[in-house]
């Protein structure tokens, strides 16, 4: 059996749950960083949470990150199907170094403006019951 076709197999047998002590080659990043890799379905959480914080808020740009989580969820699910990629692409992250930082900063955002929103909507209301 070819050195190629092997690792194909093991690649395969380790998508579909069939060989769980062979990992996949990937790239230098802390093991950390592909908790949302391994786990595509933690991606809900922050959909779920900017999608309320919009709510409470009025905050577009909470609605923003919410989108973004979205699309996320949907290229990881994409990468996991092999949709977007082919056989040795699908362990390669290297977007990850661009969107993980992106993900964090507009969540960052969207936090301060939803807290700011809520904040200022309370001084309001306190204002007229005054």
Avoid: N
Wanted: glycine share 4%; net charge positive.
């Amino acid at each position: 059996m070819s050195d190629s076709l092997l690792v194909t197999l093991r690649h395969e047998d380790l998508r579909f749950g069939l060989a769980p002590d062979i990992e996949p080659p990937r790239e230098p990043m802390p093991q950390f960083l592909y908790l949302l890799v391994d786990y595509p379905i933690l991606i809900a959480g922050p959909i779920v949470f900017f999608a309320g914080l919009a709510l409470w808020s009025q905050s577009r740009t909470a609605w923003v990150a919410a989108a973004v989580w979205v699309i996320y969820l949907a290229y990881e699910l994409g990468m996991h199907a092999g949709v977007l990629c082919s056989d040795d692409a699908c362990t390669k992250r290297t977007p990850l170094y661009f969107v993980y930082p992106l993900l964090a900063l507009l969540s960052l955002v969207a936090l301060v403006q939803g807290y700011v929103h809520i904040r200022d909507k309370r001084r309001r209301e306190r204002r007229r019951a005054i």
